[in-house]
């Protein structure tokens, strides 16, 4: 079965830098999650999507952005990077609000 | 206060044994409940969802809730070593503002030792 797929699964930036996560849900999934895992912690929610509009927003920094397009892909567009942004950033879909949602393998980010 | 906990870990159980994780969470409001499984480095991986009251079973996986409570749990049977990995309670509030969200407890890391 398709699951959802991330890009880049790395990423290295430096401070300052800006950088872009690439999110391609499974298909007929309507609504788009992103998350943040820092080392040794759970996944804090930083913004959601339903049907292209943004549906919840998280603990996401002023200086991230996202957006859904027609395709339904996402993206995760962050600036002025600081070393506190390194971690996984996951992106999930599901059905619905309420429907189990199921997690892409991840972009590993480091700024150095 | 985190709005979900879990038990404190780690939790080292030996191979064939019975594995217990249990999560409380403080949103009354709270709808839909999930256990998730991640690998070091690895992504969430779901292993059971439950959205009622009772005993939900899928496998050598359980799951139950106590909405009076405030409860939900986990029990894994026949523990095997693949099964060593963090074991992530998840709660959605489908109410207000946070349609969807997913709010996770801290994890329990589970050993299962041969």
């Known amino acids: 079965a398709a699951g959802v797929i991330q890009s880049p699964r790395h990423l290295i930036k430096e401070k300052r830098e800006t950088a872009t996560l690439k999110c391609y849900p499974i298909?007929?999934?309507?609504?788009v999650y992103w998350y943040q895992q820092g080392p040794g912690q759970d996944p804090q929610f930083l913004i959601s999507?339903?049907?292209?509009?943004?549906?919840d927003k998280g603990s996401i920094p002023d200086r991230f952005s996202a957006q859904q397009f027609s395709d339904y892909h996402s993206e995760l567009n962050m600036s002025s990077l600081e070393l506190g942004d390194s971690a996984l950033y996951f992106c999930?879909?599901?059905?619905?609000?309420?429907?189990?949602?199921?997690f892409g393998d991840g972009t590993r980010l480091s700024i150095l | 206060q985190k709005e979900v906990e879990q038990n404190s870990g780690p939790l080292s159980v030996p191979e064939g044994a019975i594995a217990s994780l249990n999560c409380t969470y403080s949103?009354?409001?709270?709808?839909?409940f999930f256990w998730y499984r991640q690998y070091s480095g690895k992504s969430p991986e779901l292993i059971m969802s439950?959205?009622?009251?009772g005993d939900k079973e899928d496998g050598r996986f359980t799951a139950q809730l106590n909405k009076a409570s405030q409860y939900v749990s986990l029990l894994i049977r026949d523990s095997q070593p693949s099964d060593s990995a963090t074991y992530l309670c998840?709660?959605?509030?489908?109410?207000?503002?946070?349609?969807?969200?997913?709010?996770f407890g801290q994890g329990t890391i589970l050993t299962v030792h041969p």
């Open positions: 298909p007929r999934h309507d609504t």
């Open positions: 999507f339903y049907e292209k509009m943004q549906s």
């Open positions: 998840a709660v959605i509030n489908a109410g207000g503002t946070s349609y969807g969200k997913l709010t």
């Open positions: 949103d009354r409001g709270s709808q839909s």
């Open positions: 439950i959205y009622s009251n």
């Open positions: 999930a879909s599901s059905r619905t609000g309420n429907q189990p949602q199921h």
